[in-house]
């Protein structure tokens, strides 16, 4: 049967609330629909911000104390918002949606402590919206040993098997944290964190001169990349880790950075990224024909002119000029993941997640 399902998601880059309308049996995509986007405020993100780093001291993944508990109403505040403007845009009933899929805001990921926290109550934005929600996507895999991450990679492979085309596909998502997923025909499904995607970019762009992103990647394409210390930061033991791993936003964070310029700290910020990227390809059962670009990363177009340097002779594209969104894409598979979840089908793999079997998962919470 196909559901109409509408997808949110709010990912460790900080910047907003997606909202993006699909219709699939959870196994394809029948339709895509219009999409949205609710930015937080600066306010918002500074709480979030502050959760990030309250959170590290969590032991309980339903703990939310001293600034959690703020930031899980705010979170839950803004994605009803989200849903109540997406659906007066496009004139919409609550009864014309059959299931919203809730990611929440992630403030936590480490797995081999089996925690993963995602902040947002979604029994009250049930009420709120008027639409059954499914949420707690993550919890049933690292409780069961995986690493809960990336989650994307099913609705990937639905995307790419539309397009018809011969030799491996990767499809990196450059979001806070960067992930990949490896499609070679219907059967070989491989995916993981690669390393820091705009998360360490965004942090500094935001310290240096107070803007919460390198737009267009035009600050990086002024400077100059200190390639020794891209080099060395390379060096890390997480970029020889065989797929399936996976990362906390924060993960990079400690990393020594220089006294760089505002213009030459962004461009090897990105280079880091797009290098990272890169140090997947060997580990990979064969090296992509193509790759497709999505996520915040695929609007940065020093990253995409990095990302082509560094990963010849594949071809690199966006997924928007695909026919995809890039922008939309993570939302649009939380509804996809939605659809899967009600109907019990796996949402992770043993070779998505490490996870030891095929896993299903997500609550239902009804209005």
């Known amino acids: 049967m196909i559901m109409t399902a509408i997808g949110l998601m709010s990912g460790t880059s900080l910047d907003g609330v997606d909202v993006a309308l699909i219709k699939t049996d959870g196994r394809r995509v029948a339709a895509l629909g219009p999409s ?25 993944r339903d703990a939310r104390p001293g600034i959690l508990a703020e930031a899980e109403r705010a979170v839950t505040i803004a ?15 609550a009864g014309a949606i059959d299931i919203a899929g809730f990611h929440g805001q992630t403030v936590l990921h480490r797995p081999a402590a089996k925690l993963t926290v995602q902040i947002g109550d979604a029994q ?3 009420k709120a919206i008027g639409i059954p929600v499914v949420y707690d996507f993550r919890a049933a895999d690292v409780a ?19 397009l018809g085309r011969d030799g491996p596909i990767v499809v990196a998502n450059i979001g806070g944290v960067s992930n990949i997923t490896y499609i070679d025909g219907a059967d070989t499904l491989i995916a993981c964190d690669t390393g820091p995607g705009n998360a360490l970019l965004d942090d500094f762009v935001f310290r240096t001169i107070g803007k919460p992103y390198d737009c ?17 930061a390379l060096q890390h033991p997480f970029f020889v880790q065989p797929p399936p791993k996976s990362l906390d936003r924060n993960d990079f964070a400690g990393l020594a950075l220089r006294d760089w310029s505002a213009a030459d700290g962004a461009a090897t910020l990105t280079a880091f990224t797009a290098g990272a990227i890169a140090r997947i390809v060997p580990l ?41 969104s890039a922008d939309a894409m993570e939302a649009q598979a939380f509804g996809f993941l939605a659809a899967r979840g009600l109907k019990g089908l796996p949402l992770s793999y043993p070779a998505t997640t490490g996870v030891a079997f095929p896993m299903t998962g997500g609550l239902l919470a009804r209005p």
């Open 124 to 126: 009250a934005l049930a």
């Open 216 to 232: 267009e990647g035009r600050l990086a394409a002024q400077g100059h990349a200190d390639q020794a210390w891209v080099a060395d």
């Open 284 to 324: 990979l059962p064969k090296p992509p024909t193509s790759v497709v670009v999505t996520g915040g990363g695929a609007r940065n177009l020093t990253m995409m002119r990095m990302l082509r340097e560094q990963l010849s002779p594949a071809q690199v594209e966006s997924a928007d000029a695909l026919g995809w």
């Open 79 to 93: 994605h009803a918002e989200a849903v109540a403007a997406f659906m007066a845009q496009n004139r919409m009933a």
């Open 36 to 60: 949205g986007y609710r930015p937080y405020t600066e306010t918002e993100r500074g709480l979030l911000r502050q959760a990030l780093a309250e959170a590290t001291a969590l032991d309980r």
């Open 144 to 162: 069961a040993g995986g690493q809960g991450a990336p989650f994307v990679p099913v609705y990937h492979r639905a995307l790419a098997q539309s």
